[in-house]
């Protein structure tokens, strides 16, 4: 009976966990820590849509992405990535961005991240952080995520969240309290 387990589990299709070709997944990775508010940006274009992600960041086209290319990149990207924290807007600071081989690029297998924070206040009480993700060079798949990183002086308890239907929007309701 085992080998029969066996036998179907060799199987089933392993394209369920592939990454689409034709599409640039996007994952928004928020983190609240002490006195700002950090994004993880992750962009992993299909070989499908590669070309329009390689356009907007190989200006010159010399099949290799520089340092001034990259941040130009990203620069452009974060106008795209809205926050707005207690019904302010806010605009984010690029910390860093890393961009793999072109060729890794070209074949749909690797990831650009893109690091950057807003700056803000801790005070007590109830707060709400709003992400809208309107960055769309291709296809694409959204998700959006927070995670909270207390300090020594403050600790941070979601309240609620609300996520848009298509994984762009995500509002994060939180109280910050003092330990």
């Given amino acids: 009976m085992q080998w029969y387990i066996w036998l ?11 990454h689409p070709v034709d599409e640039l997944v996007q994952g928004a990775y928020l983190t609240l820590v002490p006195g700002s508010l950090r994004l993880e940006l992750n962009l992993t274009p299909g070989s499908g849509v590669v070309t329009a992600i390689l356009g907007a960041l190989d200006h010159n ?28 807007a806010a605009d984010w600071s690029l910390e860093e961005i890393t961009v793999p081989a072109y060729r890794n690029l070209e074949l ?20 709400t952080l709003s992400f ?14 927070i995670f909270l990183q207390p300090g020594t002086d403050w600790r941070y308890v979601i309240t609620g969240q609300q996520r848009g239907g298509d994984g762009r929007q995500l509002t994060v309701n939180y109280e910050t309290t003092a330990p």
């Fill in 8 to 18: 179907l589990l060799a199987l089933l299709p392993v394209s369920a966990a592939a």
């Fill in 61 to 88: 086209g010399d099949r290799h992405i520089s340092a001034a290319e990259a941040r130009a990149y990203a620069l452009e990207v974060l106008k795209y990535s809205a926050i707005a924290l207690d019904g302010a």
């Fill in 132 to 145: 809208d993700n309107r960055y769309k060079p291709a296809a694409s798949q959204w998700t959006a995520n």
């Fill in 108 to 127: 749909g297998s690797d990831t650009i991240k893109i690091y950057a924070a807003v700056k803000r206040q801790d005070s007590r009480g109830p707060h």
